[in-house]
């Protein structure tokens, strides 16, 4: 097929069936890791967990998911993003499900601690669904052209607010129909199981291997791609050195561990900090619990879009990626401070909303920093290892909000969040994005 003359783009765009496939997929294990958090009451409940032991449990889900970034990324660059997609993905839909057992089986087995089978499965969960978003770089990197490449990248991180948006209506309805927690996560782990059936028909590690992308569309995704990711002549072996000896690379880990900890603690926490603060209910958590991500869904896509703009414009990665992170991650600590501050409810979510916002708005940066910079046969690689930095937040961030709101109520968990994001700001103001022979 022919390439538009007016635009220069082809008319077909499968591509963005792959984008919108990737970005299902990331919405279901988002919405799995999330939904826990609206059934703390009956969990709770029924195994009689305090403030610092429901954080610990929690943070449990993080440890997982560090290595299984770590591991996930080193796997998509050796065994193909399409095989690793179907593995992660059958892997976590089958332990949702296992968290019916969770509790029953500490209790039974590991010494009759509740707490214990909950590690045991959480962490085990979260390792299984640790590889999807550095296997959603390596994909992009394959399938999104370099002009596109912000907005694509952004296209399946919105996965994240969305996700966690969606977790509230999605959980407190399955909830609120089955009356059951049980129930909940045998029903979303076979949605899981279905949708990767789905996506293994349609999806191909790179688009030159799909029927479906016509030359024209084939020809623009590989428009100067060649000379940003030449062509790896061998597989490498697992590259930390080179990876920590980039002070970028290790940089731009730290500016994302400030994102993942502000999304695990409004992920985690948010739930339950209405509840008690503010005596919300189940029934109204469904909506209530979807504000904190609505402006973070808009802000996420705006600013890969924005980030691309910005190089256009100046050509300058360094603007595009470290400047728009910085930005967006000093207002984020701003806002958090208020937040800390703050007594209304109403005041409390609109802050939250605010804040979230920012905070999402450079996350497509973190993962293009890692394109941008890292050898084209390491981009899996040094993605996850980027994510498994920045998962230290997935742990650290619950684990601590529950010591901090049982000893000193929950405005020191906000505190602690604006401290995150400052070292954030201090991070991404010092990356130099790109490489020296691109």
């Known amino acids: 097929m022919s390439v538009s003359q007016a635009s220069g783009r082809p008319e077909t765009s499968y591509r963005y069936v792959v984008f919108a496939m990737v970005l299902l997929l990331a919405l279901v294990n988002y ?30 889900f993080g440890y ?73 770089n390596k994909t992009m990197s394959y399938w999104a052209p370099k002009k596109e490449r912000g ?13 966690a948006m969606l977790t509230a209506p999605v959980a407190v309805g399955l909830l609120l129909l089955t009356n059951n927690w049980r129930s909940m996560y045998i029903m979303l782990g076979i949605a899981g199981l279905v949708l990767i059936g789905l996506f293994a028909r349609i999806y191909t590690n790179k688009p ?19 000379a940003s990711h030449p062509a790896a002549t061998a597989v490498r072996r697992f590259d930390l050195k080179g990876f920590v000896s980039n002070p970028t690379l290790l940089l731009n880990a730290v500016g994302y561990f400030a994102f993942i900890y502000v999304n695990f603690m409004i992920l985690t ?60 991650l000093l207002l984020t ?21 605010l804040a979230n916002a920012f905070n999402a708005l450079p996350n497509s940066v973190y993962w293009a920093v890692v394109i941008d910079t890292a050898p084209s046969d390491r981009v899996g690689t040094y993605s996850g290892i980027t994510h498994f930095i920045a998962n230290i937040g997935s742990v650290l961030s619950p684990t601590l909000a529950g010591i901090l ?11 602690a969040t604006a401290v995150a994001t400052g070292i954030g700001v201090l991070a991404m103001s010092q990356i130099r994005p790109g490489r020296p022979n691109a």
């Open 31 to 60: 919405i799995d890791r999330g939904a826990i958090s609206y059934a703390s009451a009956e969990i709770i409940g029924e195994y009689g967990f305090d403030r610092a032991s429901w954080g610990q449990m929690m943070g449990y």
């Open 64 to 136: 997982g998911y560090m290595f299984g970034a770590l591991l996930g990324g080193a796997l998509s660059d050796w065994l193909g993003a399409r095989r690793l997609w179907i593995i992660a993905g059958v892997a976590w839909s089958i332990l949702a499900i296992a968290m019916i057992y969770a509790g029953d089986l500490g209790l039974a087995v590991l010494g009759g601690s509740a707490l214990a089978g909950f590690a045991v499965v959480r962490i085990s969960f979260g390792f299984a669904e640790g590889p999807a978003y550095s296997i959603i």
């Open 151 to 163: 907005f694509a990248v952004s296209l399946g991180l919105l996965s994240t607010p969305l996700g």
């Open 208 to 226: 030159e291997e799909n029927a479906n992308v016509s030359p024209s569309e084939l020809a623009y995704i590989k428009e100067g791609l060649e």
């Open 269 to 328: 926490w948010t739930p339950k900090y209405l509840q008690d603060e503010f005596g919300f209910t189940l029934s109204s958590l469904w909506y209530v619990g979807m504000i904190p991500w609505i402006g973070a869904c808009i802000t996420i896509l705006l600013g890969g879009r924005f980030s691309d703009w910005i190089y256009h414009k100046t050509g300058s990665l360094r603007l595009a990626r470290g400047g728009l992170a910085t930005g967006s």
């Open 333 to 353: 600590t701003i806002t958090f401070l208020f937040v800390s501050q703050a007594n209304s409810p109403w005041t409390v979510i609109g802050l939250m909303t």
């Open 405 to 415: 709101a049982k000893n000193y109520g929950y405005s020191a968990m906000f505190v």
